[in-house]
């Protein structure tokens, strides 16, 4: 099975699948033991936490590959990947998808926001016409090399230009052979109704903290139709406020005493690494070597 066919199969498993952002290996390794069915990489999660710079279009094509690559060889959750505007023109988006194919992600969105873009919940965003963003993903369908691997456009025009037009181009996006939507910034439910009615194919529903989306259930999206719910940030979030709650603890205090309690310890970290079995294979060699051992 191929990382794309894995997602579709997901998305038939669970209804709707939780996608949950994995901001690296180990993070997805987690993911996957406490069962989730598919992973994700936000593209200002690779900006803000493997770069230190904001999400606005900066990282390329290389710096995305990498994350993906250290998180599809630790684990074998699918994964959809957050490429941006496609990192260029047509040619480019088609070496995109080729890319990320051999890298083993699952499947990317690709957004009709300018390459100079803005984080979807943010105001004064510019979007491409929609020509041009049917154009885009015609370059990616065309080098889709594994017809499961999943294009996916999102639409930043809801906030732009009003819901008519978002849903109008999420229904050309799915004419130019989009696999499934993403629409950005959505504010109701019944917004997100609309759109799954009319699109025919999946649709994603990004349920990122602090945005303009309300936090909705699982229970309210799936009611809606919607078939993908992504948590691009949470883990990440969590993971800062965790970290700095430590630094400033260590640093006023002198000591991480009063913190340790809340910590990960030493040995479930080794757990969700299967350190043993590495351990017990290294004691392995170490005894063949010593019964190799000339008298
Ligand atoms: C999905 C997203 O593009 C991301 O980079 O993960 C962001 C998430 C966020 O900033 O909360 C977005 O929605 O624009």
């Not at 949950?20 to 997805?28: D, L, P, R």
């Not at 593209?43 to 936490?49: C, E």
């Not at 590959?65 to 990947?81: C, G, H, I, Q």
């Not at 930043?156 to 989009?178: H, Q």
Request: aromatic share 8%; glycine share 8%; net charge negative.
């Amino acid at each position: 099975m191929t990382p794309g066919s894995r997602l579709w199969e997901a998305l038939q498993t669970e209804q709707p699948l939780q996608v949950v952002g994995a901001i690296n290996a180990y993070t997805a390794m987690m993911a996957e033991r406490v069962g989730y069915r598919a992973i994700y990489l936000s593209g200002g999660g690779v900006a803000n936490a493997s770069f230190g710079l904001p999400d606005l279009g900066i990282t390329t094509l290389n710096d995305v590959l990498e994350d993906v690559r250290r998180m599809t060889n630790a684990t074998s959750l699918p994964l959809l990947v957050d490429a941006d505007t496609g990192f260029g023109g047509a040619f480019n988006i088609g070496r995109t998808v080729r890319m990320m194919i051999q890298a083993g992600a699952a499947g990317i969105h690709i957004e009709d926001q300018v390459s100079a873009k803005r984080c979807g919940h943010r105001p004064n965003k510019t979007i491409v016409s929609r020509s041009e963003m049917v154009d885009r993903i015609k370059a990616a369908v065309d080098a889709k090399a594994d017809p499961d691997f999943v294009v996916m456009a999102r639409t930043d025009a809801l906030a732009v230009e009003g819901l008519d037009e978002a849903i109008e181009r999420a229904c050309a996006c799915v004419e130019a052979g989009a696999d499934m939507i993403f629409p950005e910034a959505v504010l109701t439910l019944e917004q997100y109704e609309a759109f799954v009615k009319a699109v025919g194919v999946p649709v994603l529903a990004n349920i990122t903290e602090f945005g303009q989306t309300p936090l909705f259930t699982v229970k309210e999206l799936g009611e809606a139709g919607i078939r993908l719910v992504l948590y691009p940030l949470t883990a990440f979030r969590a993971m800062n406020a965790a970290a700095l709650k430590v630094f400033k603890g260590l640093r006023s205090e002198g000591t991480q005493k009063n913190v340790v309690a809340h910590m990960q310890t030493r040995m479930e970290l080794y757990d969700y690494l299967n350190y043993h079995e590495y351990e017990q294979k290294l004691d392995r060699l170490f005894e063949q070597a010593a019964e190799n051992e000339p008298m």
